[in-house]
């Protein structure tokens, strides 16, 4: 094995191939840090410099960052300890990770309400989603002396590239289904048309109405006046305290002897989410290379969550997230087949992606709703594709502020012809069949091209309403006003019977219980078989340094440029997705990417 390996990794360093030869030999190795009940009253800290994410990151040296779901059960399981007595929460920038957010607050409410304990809070810089998080979760909130708040309204941007594209050559030859969607006008428009306008008017309105109750609530303030107050910001020390924004100012340390002294605690131990930035010591490296450590699953009556999370590709390879279709598919049939897998959680945050990807997705999920119940748990997003798979499911929970509709098609091409002019390319072409060269990229569309993909995309869409109505009651008015590529927040999509009902994956994976007729009176994780499963130690380090795994460490994140941070959620979006409509033109995907800050 380590044969292969090494000559497929040939560029890796000599020490780091010696340290893998001693892992695989095994010998002693240092015990794995679990959560241990607290032996002495103590206060639970946990610090929530950016949002867990839906599926495993891997950071330095394949240590993985907590998951939201582990997240979610490091805080119940260390908050179900009766010598808990309160909780200190350290809180930094959520960068618009609304559903997610959402979860973790409930989380933190769930602490609160069991024994009336007290949670306090302390950051240094934060943004709407992160005090609206404060406000919902916190008792008492304290600012650093030097710290800002950047509570100011929500808002998104759009990037409108046609001037750019005129300017170099470059005609991008795409249409749409749906009046609504809006997903070509970035590369054929200067501006925002009217009907993109309205649904993201709409969509704006829900989450500043939320984040405006929700501090309201929180801070004992009417919402009125909490949009005043937005008006007013960003905020430093001062204002903050004079609008009653913050309860008082003060380092973390002037924070946690408050709270010590209100919960008449000493002690104190932190919920780790994140791997530890020192560095690891031989033993720890050689476990995590160590590949002899087989995970076991869970064998016995069960819940299987499967994560869909990212965009969806028509791809058999192996993914990290979930949004390739094969093994997706593989997995969830599996499942399905699987007579202890009681019920099945579809765990989703997806911008959509592949029309044909989420067409055999969804058709999975209808085949193991046929066998046992399904429910979709969808957190951040569900749009577009990702709403394609969730509406296969019996039952669909959201979150207040989740992303869900944008039910519409976009295909079509960028055509290169002018740039190619321009540096003094000139193609020449043979072809036998009218619309043969239909997908080559050096010339737009014929009308006969045009047309016929016009009609393609026409049935695409209609397919997608088709799936939706064979699992939710609407008649073909109703969902055509729920359609054409509109978005909604998940209060409006349970209005409009999009979704169910609320909840969180907790409350998700309670009701696959429940219907799986598993016991109800808790959700161990234990008895959870999910899918992807976690890599392994060398399968991690494999990943890092071929550069295949995401390892965004919240210093990376916390040292981006505000440049680079819009040129990542603007910019190569744009480009990433011109790109894939060469491989496959037809696509069921968010209109852009839509970052609600």
């Known amino acids: 094995m380590f044969t292969k390996f090494i000559h497929q990794n040939a560029r890796l360093p000599t020490m780091l191939l010696v340290l893998l030869a001693l892992g695989s030999c095994g010998g002693n190795k240092p015990k794995t840090r679990s959560s241990t009940p607290l032996k002495k009253e103590s206060i639970l800290r946990l610090e929530l410099h950016q949002v867990p994410n839906e599926t495993s990151q891997t950071g330095f040296l394949g240590k993985e960052m907590s998951t939201l779901a582990e997240a979610l059960d490091a805080i119940r399981n260390e ?13 930094g920038d959520m960068e618009g990770a609304w559903g997610r957010a959402w979860e973790i607050a409930a989380a ?11 949670v306090h809070c302390h950051f240094n810089n934060t943004d709407n989603l992160g005090y609206w998080f404060m406000a919902k979760s916190c008792d008492h909130i304290q600012m650093t002396p030097g710290g800002t708040l950047n509570l100011v309204g929500v808002a998104t941007q759009v990037l409108y590239f046609k001037d750019l594209l005129d300017s170099v050559g470059v005609r991008a030859d795409l249409l749409q289904v749906g009046n609504f969607k809006g ?31 929700g501090i309201a609530q929180g801070r004992h303030l009417e919402p009125k006046q909490v949009a005043a107050i937005l008006e007013k910001g ?25 709270l010590k002294k209100k919960s008449s605690t000493s002690r104190s131990r932190v919920i780790e989410l994140q791997p530890k930035t020192s560095t690891p010591d031989l033993w720890e490296i050689i476990s995590m290379l160590s590949d002899d450590q087989e995970t076991l699953g869970p064998e016995g009556p069960r819940v299987g969550l499967v994560y869909l999370d990212g965009e969806i590709t028509d791809s058999e390879e192996e993914s990290l997230s979930g949004g390739n279709a094969g093994p997706f598919i593989e997995a969830v049939l599996r499942m399905a087949n699987d007579k202890n897998v009681r019920a099945l ?90 619309q043969a060269l239909w997908s080559s990229m050096v010339a737009p569309f014929s009308d006969s091209e045009r047309e016929i993909l016009t ?29 054409q590529g509109r978005i909604f927040s998940g209060s409006r999509a349970v209005a409009l019977r999009l979704a169910d009902q609320m909840g969180d994956l907790h409350a998700a994976i309670a009701l696959a219980r429940q219907r799986g007729g598993l016991p109800e009176d808790r959700v161990d994780p234990g008895e959870l078989e999910v899918w992807p499963s976690p890599l392994k130690g060398l399968e991690k380090m494999v990943k890092q340094l071929s550069g295949g795994a995401s390892s965004q460490s919240p210093m990376l994140s916390a040292s981006r440029s505000a440049f680079a941070a819009q040129w990542e959620q603007t910019v190569e979006p744009a480009l990433g997705f011109a790109t894939r409509l ?12 839509l970052s609600i800050q």
């Not at 997903?183 to 925002?192: E, R, S």
């Not at 430093?236 to 946690?256: M, P």
């Not at 997608?464 to 729920?482: D, G, M, P, Y």
Request: with cysteine.
């Open 183 to 213: 997903a070509a006008d970035p590369f054929v428009q200067n501006d925002m048309p009217e009907e993109v306008r309205q649904t993201l008017s709409g969509l704006l309105d829900d989450m500043h109405g939320q984040l405006t109750e």
């Open 79 to 91: 908050g179900n300890d009766p010598k808990a007595k309160a909780m200190l929460l350290q809180v």
């Open 234 to 258: 960003p905020f430093d020390r001062k204002t903050a305290l004079e609008h009653g924004l913050v309860d008082d100012v003060g380092f973390e340390g002037a924070a946690l002897s408050r």
């Open 108 to 118: 933190i409410t769930r602490f609160k309400k069991a024994k009336l304990r007290p």
């Open 345 to 434: 959680v579809l765990r989703i945050d997806s911008p959509g992606g592949s029309a044909l990807a989420s067409d055999r997705m969804w058709h999975a999920v209808r085949v193991a709703a046929k066998k046992k119940p399904v429910v979709a748990s969808i957190g951040d997003m569900a749009a577009s594709g990702g709403y394609y798979v969730a509406s296969a499911a019996d039952t669909i929970l959201v979150c207040p502020s989740s992303i869900v509709g944008s039910i519409g098609v976009v295909g079509g091409k960028v055509a290169l012809h002018g740039l190619l002019e321009k540096v003094g390319i000139h193609p020449v072409s043979i072809q036998r069949g009218q």
């Open 455 to 483: 009609g393609i995309m026409q049935r695409t869409y209609i397919r997608f309403l088709s799936r939706i109505k064979a699992v939710r009651t609407f008649t073909e008015e109703e969902l055509s006003q729920r359609a």
């Open 582 to 593: 060469q491989h496959e033109p037809f696509m069921v995907q968010l209109p852009f990417v």
